[in-house]
Structures are given as structure tokens and as C-alpha cells.
């Protein structure tokens, strides 16, 4: 009984892995764009501070 019951646990749970593996995978890179969209916004700030600072 045991064994059976691991076999249904093993059957529902295993094929989840690879799905959950690619929304981890997603994820990541939805991390890494944000970081980088940051610090574009970051950089295009300076330079607006920058160019409104300037005296021609």
C-alpha cells in the first residue's frame, strides 16, 4: 500500500519539475530586464539633469 501510494505521489508531483523549472527560467529573465530598465532610467536621468544644467 505504501509503495502504490508513492507511486501516485511520484506521478503527480515528477511532472510539475520541468514547468516550474521554466517559469524559474522566466523569471530570471524577467528579473535581469527589469535590472537593466533601472538602470536605464537611472542613466537617462542623469543626463536630463545633466543637459538642464548645461549653460550655452
Known sequence: MDV??????????????P????IYEK???Y???CAEFEAHREEQK???AN???RID
Open 31 to 33: 528579473d535581469v530586464f
Open 19 to 22: 514547468s516550474l523549472f521554466v
Open 46 to 48: 542623469l543626463k536630463e
Open 4 to 17: 502504490e501510494l508513492l507511486v501516485i505521489v511520484l506521478a503527480v508531483v515528477l511532472p510539475l519539475y
Open 51 to 53: 543637459y538642464g544644467s
Open 27 to 29: 523569471i530570471g529573465k
